[in-house]
């Protein structure tokens, strides 16, 4: 298997020179490395002739447990073009996940994208209208730090005091999904609200 780790960085030079993402070819790497670290733990050990079907849809059952639908569709994607790669490098005869395809997406079923204005008054409104001062001012500090940075719900749940710039009115962002940190600006009312929740 000491091929695979060969094969990959000579996938990657190709694939990185594409001009894609940075995210994109991030989760291309982790795909290889993550397959690759599989195969390696089988006992006995595949040859990469002779990994089937078989042993890709064991691979794939086990990788996709607990995990959305969209992330197994991309998942597949990013197998399929590695087993088209090792069919041009003659290593397989064929791809077998040219037949395997990933779960069916329903469009219907995504968020929308825009939130409409009465829906986001009454959000600003139920926060406003907390019991508590101290919690009026969170929540609405919370809210704006969402809807004005457009940061992830695992972002913002990452945020630490440190993170807050007074003098630049920036957040650093931790990127758990992205792997990269960045400071984004926090808009006017954000930014007053949180400068009182931290008074």
Same mark, same amino acid.
């Given at each position: 298997?000491?091929?695979?780790?060969?094969?990959?960085d000579?996938?990657m030079?190709?694939?990185?020179?594409?001009?894609?993402?940075?995210?994109?070819?991030?989760?291309?790497?982790?795909?290889?490395?993550?397959?690759?670290?599989?195969?390696?733990?089988?006992?006995?050990?595949p040859?990469?002739?002779?990994?089937?079907?078989?042993?890709?849809?064991?691979?794939?059952?086990?990788?996709?447990? #607990?995990?959305?639908?969209?992330?197994?569709?991309?998942?597949?994607?990013?197998?399929?073009?590695?087993? /088209?790669?090792?069919?041009?490098?003659?290593?397989?005869?064929? /791809?077998?996940?040219?037949?395997?395809?990933?779960?069916?997406?329903?469009?219907?079923?995504?968020?929308?994208?825009?939130?409409?204005n009465?829906?986001?008054?009454?959000?600003?409104?139920?926060?406003?209208?907390?019991?508590?001062? #101290?919690?009026?001012?969170?929540?609405?500090?919370? =809210?704006?730090?969402?809807?004005?940075?457009?940061?992830?719900?695992?972002?913002?749940?990452?945020?630490? =005091?440190?993170?807050?710039?007074?003098?630049?009115?920036?957040?650093?962002? /931790?990127?758990?999904?992205?792997?990269?940190?960045?400071?984004?600006?926090?808009?006017?009312?954000?930014?007053?609200? =949180?400068?009182?929740?931290?008074?």
């Amino acid at each position: 298997m000491k091929r695979w780790d060969t094969l990959a960085d000579r996938f990657m030079e190709v694939y990185s020179a594409r001009g894609l993402a940075a995210e994109t070819i991030e989760a291309m790497r982790h795909e290889w490395d993550a397959w690759g670290c599989w195969l390696k733990a089988r006992r006995p050990r595949p040859k990469l002739e002779d990994v089937s079907h078989e042993l890709i849809s064991q691979y794939t059952s086990q990788r996709g447990k #607990f995990r959305a639908k969209s992330t197994l569709y991309g998942m597949m994607s990013r197998m399929r073009q590695i087993g /088209n790669f090792l069919v041009e490098r003659g290593i397989w005869k064929e /791809n077998p996940l040219k037949w395997m395809k990933g779960p069916r997406l329903d469009r219907r079923h995504r968020l929308p994208r825009r939130i409409d204005n009465s829906v986001l008054e009454q959000l600003w409104e139920s926060a406003a209208s907390s019991r508590y001062k #101290f919690q009026r001012y969170l929540w609405v500090a919370i =809210l704006g730090v969402v809807y004005g940075t457009g940061i992830r719900r695992e972002e913002l749940v990452l945020l630490d =005091l440190s993170d807050w710039d007074v003098e630049s009115g920036t957040l650093l962002i /931790n990127g758990k999904k992205t792997r990269r940190e960045r400071r984004v600006p926090l808009p006017p009312l954000a930014r007053q609200c =949180l400068e009182r929740v931290l008074k």
